[in-house]
């Protein structure tokens, strides 16, 4: 009996370690900038969003004036620019929970 407790007990120590993993979120590098005035997206304003494997999605957890003047030369408004940021796609929107934008490449 006491066997079969503490197999149940590694068995589901097991398990939570395994679901822990598949919900690991990863940094990654993507395009960030105006929803609607850069990636064509439809919206009612100008709203952040991010461009991942070519597909776009409009960002929950920070906001596009968090990040700047958007209409000024180098806003989210005017230029696509890179970010780091880790979070996840949840019904067709990415909840970030972390977002630095990346300074502008030197042309």
Sequence with gaps: MKNLFLSGLLFAALSLSAQEKKTA?????????CGECQFGLKGKGCDLAVRIDGKAYFVDGT?????????????????????EV??????NRYKVSYFKLLPEEQK
């Design 25 to 33: 979120q990863k940094t990654q590098i993507v395009e960030a900038s």
């Design 86 to 91: 880790t979070g996840k796609i949840v019904n």
């Design 63 to 83: 906001s596009i004036d968090e990040h700047g003047d958007a209409h000024g030369a180098d806003g989210f408004c005017e230029a696509v620019r890179k970010a």
